[in-house]
């Protein structure tokens, strides 16, 4: 999938990693900068694939806007049961993308469903969290 820079129509392709910068920072903000500059004493290759990989390939692709993403997101990361720090980044970035409480709080009961009730409960705790955090992301939700 070939993408252009919006900075400069089509004069040069833009590569996965500046498309994944630009990703990360429209969903992510700061907590995904945060994930980032952590890697950087141990891995910082690492850091380069998670932005190349999910943000430059994956979330630049049509099909979904930011928000359907993130719902699938917080969706898998509850189930999965065991990334709470994860999930905690995705809830703000939910926040971030337009969802609201709400939208989130349901996504994550809705789990309970395939997931079980511990997944669910630890995704709620997490969310609650977030909300009570006062991240600014919160306004845009």
Known sequence: M?????SDGASR??????RGRRA???IDGEAGEKVVASLADIAPD?????IEFPFGDIY?????????????????????????????VHIAAGLNVGLSRDEITEVI?????????PAALNGLFAARDVFASGR????KG
């Not at 392709?13 to 500046?18: D, I, K, N």
């Not at 600014?136 to 306004?139: Q, V, Y």
């Open 136 to 139: 600014p992301a919160e306004s």
């Open 60 to 88: 630049a692709r049509p099909g979904l806007d930011l928000r359907a993403r993130e719902i699938a997101t917080i969706a898998a990361l509850t189930a999965m049961g065991n990334a709470a720090p994860q999930l905690k």
């Open 24 to 26: 990360l920072a429209d």
């Open 109 to 117: 009961m809705q789990m309970a469903v395939y997931a079980g009730f």
């Open 13 to 18: 392709p833009e590569s996965r990693l500046e």
């Open 46 to 50: 690492f850091a380069t694939y998670l």
């Open 2 to 6: 070939t993408h252009h820079r919006p």
